[in-house]
């Protein structure tokens, strides 16, 4: 079964960090890029960043660049957010999210459950 | 970066009636990398429509899209219960990669 796990979410004071984890497994995770979405309390999806299958090329809005970085393990086959000074504005559900196929630019077929990250003192 | 939005923010209607749900973008899209998810409350998105009109894996064929360049369209030929839910269309076209504000489907 094709599946995304993610972890790492809570609560964090204004100015930490955070590392969200995304477990992967049935499919082969070294193949497919790799994206971020989060949803705030009562909005919309926001797409958050992006990571090419090899790791090679990432993208970040705007919002968070310079802020979080993506990256992956295909040895552990885990996609991961490095996430640093953290605003309020950064609190939202987490989701890990694969690409329907081994392309450039593509939908997501696959998503994870999400992981709740609450920025607040 | 390319603004999708959605109409109408609201649509409620009967079971069995057809809804129409629309995404304009404020570029053309190219190669139709426009997406169709449907979220219901506490649940991530579910792809159920990619390439503008490619219905995703296990998706019934009440649902299907069509559109280019700059305008979209997510139809349910004929709505069920379970159809309840808000629907986001989602371009990949170019980055930043953006999303709708969402369409809320009520089954009265």
């Known amino acids: 079964e094709v599946q995304l796990v993610e972890s790492g979410g809570g609560l964090v004071q204004p100015g930490g960090s955070l590392r969200l984890s995304c477990a992967a497994s049935g499919f082969a995770f070294s193949r497919y890029a790799m994206t971020w979405v989060r949803q705030a309390p009562g909005k919309g999806l926001e797409w958050v960043s992006h990571i090419s299958g090899s790791g090679g090329s990432t993208y970040y809005a705007d919002s968070v660049k310079g802020r979080f970085t993506i990256s992956r393990d295909s040895s552990k086959t885990t996609l991961y957010l490095q996430m640093n000074s953290l605003r309020a504005e950064d609190t939202a559900v987490y989701y890990c999210?694969?690409?329907?196929?081994?392309?450039?630019?593509?939908?997501?077929?696959?998503w994870g459950q999400g992981t709740r990250v609450t920025v607040s003192s | 970066e390319i603004v999708l939005t959605q109409s109408p923010g609201t649509l409620s209607l009967s079971p069995g009636e057809r809804a129409t749900l629309s995404c304009g973008t404020s570029?053309?899209?190219?190669?139709?990398?426009l997406a169709w998810y449907q979220q219901k409350p506490g649940q991530a998105p579910r792809l159920l429509i990619y390439d503008a009109s490619s219905r995703a894996t296990g998706i019934p064929d009440r649902f299907s899209g069509s559109g280019s360049g700059t305008d979209f369209t997510l139809t349910i030929s004929r709505l069920e219960p379970e159809d309840s839910a808000v629907y986001y269309c989602?371009?990949?076209?170019?980055?930043?990669?953006?999303f709708g504000q969402g369409t809320k489907v009520e089954i009265k």
């Open positions: 989602h371009q990949y076209a170019s980055s930043p990669r953006t």
């Open positions: 999210a694969k690409d329907v196929r081994i392309a450039v630019a593509d939908a997501f077929d696959i």
């Open positions: 570029q053309s899209v190219s190669s139709s990398y």
